[in-house]
């Protein structure tokens, strides 16, 4: 089966432009996580959807969005982008359901000049 | 909200030894489940165990075991028999009840491995 997977893997931009970041689950996962690492914050959790519905959210203002598709891919988006978002940008996906681990992707490197 | 805390930065530990990293967690939940990482420096987020809250036995994955110590809220991974390839970030995270699908993650601990 193959894993999570994330494009672009690397990606520099500038400041005030926006991005946008794309996961592919697992098959047969339905719930897509997005977090943000960065060597300040560590790892913080961003936003989770299940079924194209957003679950969950983090404390990210509102630049930070994104959206499931009906077949669960998943795409976050990050607008007028400034340098603190620079970050390793980690999807992870699991079946959905309570008590399953989730599977991470091998991440897309954002970085903001 | 949840808490992880790991106080160490970084170990050094031989190749063939065990080596035992420090978890604690705060949470008001009484449904959780907590979670072990490793992550190379190719970035990329390898599970490795996991342990239900309500769960009785420890859990153990090959040479992966949780010291899971409820009442002092401990979740510690012993590695046993070290390789040159555990040399990494290792994370503990956590996840709050059935509803919660967000992980929290503590500050990671560097492993390396010497031969």
């Known amino acids: 089966k193959a894993g999570v997977t994330q494009t672009p893997r690397y990606l520099i931009k500038t400041r005030g432009q926006q991005v946008t970041l794309s996961c592919s689950p697992i098959?047969?996962?339905?719930?897509v996580s997005w977090y943000q690492q960065t060597p300040g914050q560590g790892l913080q959790f961003l936003f989770e959807?299940?079924?194209?519905?957003?679950?969950n959210k983090g404390n990210f203002p509102g630049r930070f969005s994104g959206r499931q598709f009906s077949n669960s891919r998943s795409e976050m988006n990050v607008s007028t982008l400034e340098l603190g978002d620079s970050a390793l940008y980690l999807c992870?996906?699991?079946?959905?359901?309570?008590?399953?681990?989730?599977?991470f992707g091998p991440g897309t490197r954002l970085t903001v000049t | 909200a949840q808490k992880i805390t790991q106080t160490q930065p970084g170990m050094f530990v031989q190749e063939k030894e065990a080596v035992t990293l420090d978890c604690t967690y705060d949470?008001?939940?009484?449904?959780?489940?907590l979670f072990w990482y490793k992550q190379p420096s190719s970035g990329e987020m390898i599970f490795l165990i996991y342990?239900?809250?309500?769960?009785?036995q420890n859990a153990t994955e090959g040479r992966y075991s949780l010291n899971f110590q409820k009442a002092r809220k401990s979740a510690n991974l012993v590695i046993s028999a070290s390789q040159l390839g555990d040399s990494a970030m290792y994370f503990c995270?956590?996840?709050?009840?059935?509803?919660?699908?967000?992980?929290?993650f503590g500050a990671g601990t560097t492993v390396t491995v010497r031969a």
């Open positions: 959807y299940f079924s194209e519905t957003q679950r």
């Open positions: 098959s047969g996962h339905r719930s």
């Open positions: 342990q239900g809250s309500y769960d009785e």
């Open positions: 992870a996906s699991t079946p959905g359901l309570a008590g399953y681990e989730q599977y």
């Open positions: 995270a956590m996840r709050g009840g059935p509803n919660d699908y967000k992980l929290s």
């Open positions: 949470t008001s939940d009484q449904s959780y489940g």
